[in-house]
């Protein structure tokens, strides 16, 4: 079975901290994606990366990066956290080619105060 | 206009009933399609990718209609265990996938 981990279930930060979200995968894929889930909204990609250093910008970059050093490992940085980035992180994790199936992490519930 | 669109339901139905979503997509161009299901407070997890020839699985079915630009998911014979949200999804291009907000369905005893 494909595994999919994330640092945190639960986080709550304060504005203006910088907050690293964890995702490891267990299936040597070679995409990664990171998520952010709100209510009317549905998923909404921030980043992905379809190989060891590389990344690209999904719809909603903005207040965000990401590192990926090594291929089962891809991060997600909120350089400096704002309230407006309350929301759920999912990171995903995908063979690639067209038709890939995406797996999920768990999910990070992320409040910022 | 959102590029993915699905009625959010909740869709109440009795244990036994067949139900049916759709979910309309705006990009004439995309080639693949899923349905992805997601618990209460879980994440995603695939249900069946939708193929131009139709896709059954147990007693789910999925279709495409490329001339009216939508997919559906036929659920007959609903079980307790089927309440979740019915993720719709596009291949809209290389590594951009996108997510409809979700039909909420609910199986009724």
């Known amino acids: 079975d494909v595994k999919v981990t994330q640092s945190s279930r639960y986080l709550v930060k304060r504005t203006g901290e910088k907050v690293f979200l964890e995702c490891v995968q267990d299936?040597?894929?070679?995409?990664m994606f990171w998520y952010r889930q709100d209510p009317g909204l549905g998923l909404r990609l921030i980043y992905f990366?379809?190989?060891?250093?590389?990344?690209e910008k999904g719809d909603i970059p903005e207040g965000y990066s990401v590192s990926r050093e090594k291929k089962e490992r891809f991060s997600l940085i909120l350089e400096s956290a704002s309230t407006n980035q309350t929301s759920m992180y999912l990171c995903?994790?995908?063979?690639?080619?067209?038709?890939?199936?995406?797996?999920f992490g768990p999910g990070t519930r992320l409040l910022v105060l | 206009r959102k590029e993915v669109e699905q009625d959010p339901g909740p869709f109440n139905v009795p244990e036994g009933a067949t139900v049916a979503f759709n979910c309309t997509y705006s990009n004439s161009a995309s080639q693949s399609f899923f349905w992805y299901r997601q618990d209460c407070r879980k994440e995603p997890k695939l249900l069946m990718s939708?193929?131009?020839s139709g896709n059954e699985d147990g007693r789910f079915t999925a279709q495409l209609n490329r001339a009216s630009q939508y997919i559906s998911l036929l659920i007959r014979d609903s079980k307790l265990s089927d309440s979740a949200t019915y993720l719709c999804v596009e291949e809209g291009g290389t590594y951009k996938y996108i997510f409809g907000t979700g039909t909420r369905l609910k199986v009724l005893a």
């Open positions: 299936m040597d894929h070679e995409n």
């Open positions: 939708v193929y131009s």
């Open positions: 995903a994790s995908g063979l690639g080619g067209s038709g890939e199936t995406q797996y």
């Open positions: 990366s379809y190989d060891v250093k590389m990344k």
